[in-house]
């Protein structure tokens, strides 16, 4: 089963920032479109932003401006960048390609 390795979160202020990594271990990373999720506690698990092979990226309304998604196919790793962070981004991020099991994620607590 494949599954990728979240990492990069942690706590920060409101208004600040933080990175997460998606690592892969797998030969042909690039050929997949890539998302992140993220759960709140007591909340569904929602879709945060996603990239496809071609570097198309989309993303959640609630993150638009504030967030970025990139790929780095040489180190088969996608990153979210997320800035102007907010309390209501507390959650743990996940990220997923199609066909893969879901990983542990990684923590981003934000406070107020």
């Known amino acids: 089963q494949v599954q990728l390795v979240e990492s990069g979160g942690g706590l920060v202020q409101a208004g600040g920032s933080l990175r997460l990594s998606c690592a892969s271990s797998?030969?042909?990373?690039?050929?997949?479109?890539i998302t992140w999720y993220r759960q709140a506690p007591g909340k569904q698990r929602e879709m945060v932003a996603d990239?496809?092979?071609?570097?198309?990226?989309n993303y959640a309304d609630s993150v638009k401006g504030r967030f970025t998604i990139s790929r780095d196919n040489a180190k088969k790793r996608v990153y979210l960048q997320m800035n102007s962070l907010k309390p209501e981004d507390t959650a743990v991020y996940f990220c997923l390609r199609p066909g893969a099991v879901w990983g542990q994620g990684t923590q981003v607590t934000v406070s107020s």
């Open positions: 990239i496809t092979r071609d570097y198309k990226t």
């Open positions: 797998e030969t042909f990373f690039s050929i997949y479109d």
